[in-house]
């Protein structure tokens, strides 16, 4: 099984390997969306922390994880304890503000939950204090300027594989910055700290795929919230 050199010495090393091995047969249920499980010819890891599907100047959608492991929310929780330091690291060190404050804000998801949408990746949900609203997914009406929403993601394959994937974010800019993102800027930090993509930024087309999907939730502002069964209320 290949573990990345910087979980090898720690001692949560032990707790995943014992997770991952109840994972196979574990009975209780999984936390993961519709069309999350199946296998494609893919490979399993993402090199750098990232891979787009499609040109890699232009993606098309996500790369998506091969073969993940189906886990419990409480595996899924348990995995997350282990590796969250090592990701907020990781994405603090592309020197966006966001990436490296994400994990001092509310967490909008009871567990990290499989998100077919992203790559079959599991996923978390974090809102800044302004973006307070998005906890009311939807009846709060558009969310104000300075609202950040951050989705950190991580893998985990069925052969035990286990590995920070791309934070997520997007971030209400001032009226007029975008009509077609309903002035949010999306931007992808690799799990290896780099920044990948942004509207309007570096990489802008990068992102385009993004917009195109959460085009579907204009009316809801662009965002399509927590699934209900994993949604909570900090
Ligand atoms: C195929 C559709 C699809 C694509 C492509 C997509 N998303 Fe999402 N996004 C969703 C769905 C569905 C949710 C909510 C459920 C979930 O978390 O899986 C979501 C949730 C989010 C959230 C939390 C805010 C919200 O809407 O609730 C962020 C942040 C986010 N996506 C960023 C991105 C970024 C950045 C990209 C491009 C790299 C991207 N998304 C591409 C469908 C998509």
Known sequence: MAVPKWVQNTSRLAVVLAILAGAQTASSQPVTEPGFSGSEASAAAEPRGYRFSGPPERPRRHFRVSNPAILSAAEAESIYDGLKAEMARRYAASGDAA???YQGWARFNTAPYGSSTHGRRYV?????????GYGKAGTAGRLPVGSIVAKDSFIVTEKGEVQPGPLYVMEKMPAGFSYVTGDWRYSVITGAGELAGRTEGPGAARVEFCIACHLAREKEDHLFYVPESFRSSP
């Open 99 to 101: 990436a490296a404050s």
């Open 124 to 132: 978390n949900n974090y809102a800044n204090d302004i973006a307070r």
